[in-house]
């Protein structure tokens, strides 16, 4: 049976992450929610396998890892 991808409205912390344009195999976890200096609304990313990397990211370059059934 396929599977279905459902497109993800929001996120939330704590949701497993992967950028557009970079390796799929660069997970992430989002740790928490800010504003950008154009009031943009974007994500404070913890890389799972990588004890220093903490990013920010609008959430518009955000896709879901659960969802698509990657972990």
Do not use: W
């Amino acid at each position: 049976m396929p599977s279905k991808v459902i497109p993800i409205a929001r996120f939330n912390i704590g949701d497993l992450v992967y950028l557009c344009g970079k390796p799929i195999s660069e997970h992430y976890c989002i740790i928490g929610f800010s504003t950008n200096d154009s009031n943009q609304r974007v994500a404070i990313l913890k890389a799972i396998f990588n004890d220093i990397d903490i990013i920010e990211r609008p959430l518009s370059e955000l896709k879901s890892l659960l969802i698509r059934g990657e972990l």
